[in-house]
């Protein structure tokens, strides 16, 4: 958990959690050994839309590690609150002495001035489906499936998502359900076939067997 996080966390577990994890355990193997190892943990959400898909962006392509230092400085820079004005308030060069690459600059100034310009529907969101939901954030620049896959994920918390291009993910399946063997997009689906409609809860102890520490957005 970060030191300098702006927002507190949630500490209550999403009310399917429970639920997901006997589902989970019944029907499938590697399932039933994952979740007793990790069982006391859950997914957490920060509710706030603008810092999730901030941290995303942040996290785009670069370890869990690095993304936290990087996000670090750049609440450091926004004088301990990070939101949409205090982001645009910050120069370029302010932003790139925090780690951001040029590219990623532009991403989350694009995503601060769609919040402040009323662009989004993030009163919406919560009642929309996930897929209305990716189609409207994709939208902004810098913001692809996998980014909006993590809001659906941390942010709106959605029981059933299925992040094919998180690297972690498909490298825990590796791991866990093919002995460490390459694993194509078709069998990582094949796989989580078995999950549904609890592919979120999943994936957070998937990510848990390569990483013990939950990540953040």
């Known amino acids: 958990m970060t030191k300098s996080s702006e927002v507190i966390l949630e500490a209550v577990a999403p009310h399917y959690w429970e639920q997901a994890c006997k589902e989970l355990m019944k029907n499938d193997r590697i399932m039933r050994k994952l979740i007793p190892k990790f069982g006391t943990g859950f997914l957490m959400t920060r509710g706030d839309p603008f810092v999730t898909l901030a941290r995303s962006i942040v996290g785009q392509q670069i370890s869990v590690s690095a993304a936290q230092a990087v996000w670090d400085r750049v609440v450091i820079a926004a004088k301990k609150k990070v939101n949409p004005k205090n982001i645009l308030a910050l120069t370029v060069e302010e932003l790139r002495t925090a780690g951001l690459s040029g590219r990623k600059v532009e991403y989350i100034q694009d995503l ?10 993030a009163n ?17 620049r810098g913001i692809g499936r996998w980014t ?39 069998e990582a689906r094949e796989v989580a076939a078995n999950w549904a409609p609890w592919r979120t809860v999943a994936t957070w102890y998937l ?9 953040e957005y």
């Open 148 to 186: 909006a896959e993590m809001f659906l994920i941390f942010n709106l918390t959605r029981p059933n998502i299925l992040p094919l291009d998180d690297i972690g993910l498909i490298k825990a399946i590796s791991i866990n359900y093919f002995s460490g063997e390459p694993v194509s997009r078709h």
């Open 207 to 215: 990510w848990r067997s390569i990483d013990p520490i939950p990540v």
């Open 112 to 121: 601060a001035d769609h919040f402040v310009s009323g662009r989004l529907h």
């Open 124 to 140: 919406q969101w919560k009642d929309m489906d996930d897929e209305s939901v990716i189609k409207e954030l994709s939208e902004i």
